[in-house]
């Protein structure tokens, strides 16, 4: 279902294009970091599929959960294993808006704060989150900046006992997307 | 020496080597080699893409997480800050082409980008899913 749902807001995307620009990326990145009582966990994605449309505002991106890289090797099987199981949600998609489209002026170059809100979803589970970041407009090129913090208990993702005091309860998450005009 | 203090000495020996075994091997061993690991799959570029495009569900089960190797037709090579990344390209979709994207090993990057288009290359990676647009490979080379 949320695949159709997914593939419904490209589909929106690409028709909205007629009245807004879609800025597009597959090269998207996002980097979750956990700063625990023992130590630092840190993990990029680099492979992040992003797109929006300038007049609608519309955003979402979707990021393959095995693509995310750590450092050390046993923290990136626990990941995988046992806190996201990518084997059964290999998914993570976001769908949603930027609140304050009509506040960015895509044809001046600038740096604009900008606000994304919309629903947010890891290891099956679905919730609204807010965040605030910036888009740095430069010619047909824009860079979207937002961090953000994901409560794991909220998406169903348990941290054993033995090793919950090495994960902090919420995580930041740094969405860093530089989207291009995209000319079909 | 007494006995007693000699056994409890040679336990402490044997935790500490243990300790340090598991340390090594367990707590900090060391990612997979993907340039020397021999493939779990072997096929045509296109195969993969129409396995996940037609069966995404299955053949997620199938390869995500397995080492595939792919031989096909290069569609171009993308550099961007120390990420290089080897396109195959099968479809047009509604944001440009589809097929799969493999990032390869950094260490690998510069003869990556020595990679012709539009020519034959065989790349081996770690199968990470399907998008909805790309099959994604990470942690690629080049196999001659």
Redesign the interface.
Not at chain 1, 62 to 67: E, G, P
Not at chain 2, 129 to 134: A, K, Q, S
């Given at each position: 279902m949320r695949?159709f749902i997914?593939?419904a807001v490209?589909?929106l995307?690409?028709s909205s294009g007629l009245l807004g620009q879609?800025f597009?990326t597959?090269?998207g990145n996002i980097r979750f970091y956990s700063e625990g009582k023992i130590e630092k966990i840190e993990a990029m994605n680099?492979?992040v599929?992003a797109?929006m449309n300038s007049q609608t505002g519309d955003f979402v991106f979707?990021?393959?959960?095995?693509?995310f890289?750590f450092e050390?090797?046993?923290m990136?099987e626990h990941f995988?294993e046992n806190y996201v199981e990518?084997?059964k949600f290999?998914?993570a998609t976001f769908l949603g808006k930027v609140a304050n489209i009509k506040d960015v002026n895509f044809t001046k170059d600038g740096s604009y704060p900008a606000t994304v809100e919309g629903k947010l979803t890891i290891h099956g589970v679905s919730h609204d989150v807010k965040a605030t970041g910036t888009f740095e407009v430069k010619k047909d090129v824009v860079q979207g900046k937002a961090k953000f913090f994901v409560t794991l208990a909220d998406y169903n993702i348990n941290i054993p006992s033995a090793v919950v005091s090495n994960i902090a309860k919420a995580v930041e998450v740094t969405v860093d997307v530089?989207l291009e005009k995209?000319n079909k | 020496m007494k006995t007693w203090m000699k056994v409890i000495a040679g336990f402490a020996v044997v935790g500490i080597i243990a300790a340090v075994l598991i340390f090594k091997f367990?707590?900090?061993?060391?990612?997979?080699d993907y340039e020397k690991m021999s493939p779990d799959y072997t096929m045509h570029a296109q195969d993969l893409y129409n396995a996940f495009k037609n069966k995404k569900d299955a053949s997620?089960?199938l390869y995500?997480?397995k080492v595939v190797q792919i031989d096909g037709t290069l569609a171009r090579v993308?550099a961007?800050d120390s990420?290089v990344?080897v396109v195959f390209s099968f479809t047009q979709g509604?944001?440009?082409d589809e097929g799969i994207?493999c990032?390869m090993i950094k260490k690998l990057s510069g003869e990556a980008k020595s990679l012709v288009p539009s020519g034959s290359v065989k790349i081996k990676g770690?199968c990470?899913?399907?998008?909805?647009?790309?099959v994604?490979l990470?942690q690629c080379s080049v196999v001659y």
């Open positions: 695949k997914f593939i490209l589909a995307l690409c879609n597009v597959k090269n680099h492979q599929n797109a979707k990021v393959l959960m095995k693509s890289q050390k090797a046993l990136q995988n990518s084997d290999p998914t530089t995209f | 367990v707590v900090n061993k060391p990612h997979p997620s089960k995500n997480g993308e961007k990420l990344i509604m944001f440009g994207r990032t770690y990470t899913g399907y998008n909805d647009t790309d994604i990470e």
